[in-house]
């Protein structure tokens, strides 16, 4: 199979038209496997994927080590590296509930740190995972407009940001894209966001494409969650939340049933489908995961099928919000 491949926006890369989110490769959902990682890794860049995506604050830099370690066996021009940077841990890797570290001097310092750990000269797409409202979105961004006139970032990218933010952003220098999570169960960006990333010739990197897993067709919910499992925390992985969500998962496993695909493959499908300027990120961490989703690139969606699946999963039909309420109140995106 061929991947065809999309432009992030009117200035930045061309890229696979799915990316990889390598998150839970050393973070945040529960035990994983270093060798499984690599060699899923491996699978995808060999299967045509060229966008990576990464967080210097995926266990601890970690997750950065892990995709320098795979990229020493593939060609490092071959792969798109996104890296998010701003939030902050503690050694005992919590998360610190403060505003994102994104100041001008923060750009700079994270960067040098990331550039070491992925064994690079250079970074893709760099981007404050989440803003500082103390932190004038426009300085950050001069920062790293800086880092690219010195050749070690390529394009400027953002991420869980509000349409006014874009603005400001793109009138101090290009940016590539934005990356929000986006989902049949998350159809926030829709009301704001994507009408003027459309219009500012921006791209979209969609994260969270199957819900978490919800909308893999694998989850049950007699599966029990670890204390280090982001989803334990989760509301719609909660109660009758869960239970609620499921039921539209099973909804969309008919329509996914009809079309000769499997559940995950239709929700990744979907979100391609919504604009040629959106790019799913998956996040699978096997291999047989990444083959599965990987099918979705093959699955063309008419009218009829869109339409079934809008009446499977229609909008605003998710149970429980996508983040508990401290930190959903925190996302510029939301506001």
Do not use: C
């Amino acid at each position: 199979m061929t991947l065809a491949t999309r432009r992030l926006g009117t200035t930045g890369p061309e890229v696979s038209a799915l990316g990889l989110g390598a998150m839970g490769m050393s973070d945040l959902y529960g035990p994983a496997d270093d060798a499984e990682s690599v060699a899923t890794l491996h699978a995808a860049i060999d299967a045509g994927v060229t966008l990576v995506d990464t967080g210097d604050f995926y266990g601890a830099g970690a997750n950065e080590m892990l995709i320098a370690r795979a990229l020493r066996e593939r060609r490092r021009e071959d792969v798109v590296l996104s890296v998010k940077f701003g939030a902050r841990r503690t050694p005992d890797g919590a998360f610190q509930h403060v505003p994102a570290d994104v100041s001008p001097a923060a750009v700079k310092d994270r960067l040098a740190y990331s550039l070491r750990r992925l064994d690079t000269d250079y970074i893709d797409i760099y981007r404050p995972a989440r803003l500082d409202s103390s932190v004038p979105v426009e300085e950050t961004v001069g920062a790293l407009a800086e880092m690219r006139q010195a050749g070690h970032i390529r394009h400027i990218g953002l991420s869980e940001v509000g349409a006014d933010t874009v603005r400001r952003a793109a009138a101090v220098a290009p940016i590539s894209d934005v990356q929000i999570e986006y989902s049949l169960l998350s159809r926030g960006p829709e009301r704001a966001v994507i009408p003027v990333l459309r219009e500012l010739g921006i791209g979209l990197t969609a994260y969270g494409v199957l819900s978490r897993g919800l909308l893999s067709g694998h989850w049950t919910a007699a599966r029990s969650l670890g204390a280090d499992d982001f989803r334990a925390h989760s509301p719609r992985f909660r109660d009758e939340n869960l239970h609620a969500n499921l039921r539209l998962a099973e909804a969309l496993g008919k329509v996914a049933e009809r079309l000769g695909a499997t559940t995950a493959q239709v929700a990744i499908a979907w979100v391609a489908a919504q604009g040629e300027h959106i790019v799913p990120l998956v996040g699978a961490r096997r291999r047989e995961r990444l083959a599965e989703s990987l099918g979705a690139a093959a699955l063309v969606l008419d009218a009829d099928a869109l339409a079934a699946i809008e009446a499977a999963v229609p909008a605003g039909s998710a149970a429980g919000e996508r983040y508990a309420a401290p930190l959903l109140a925190a996302l510029d995106s939301e506001r």
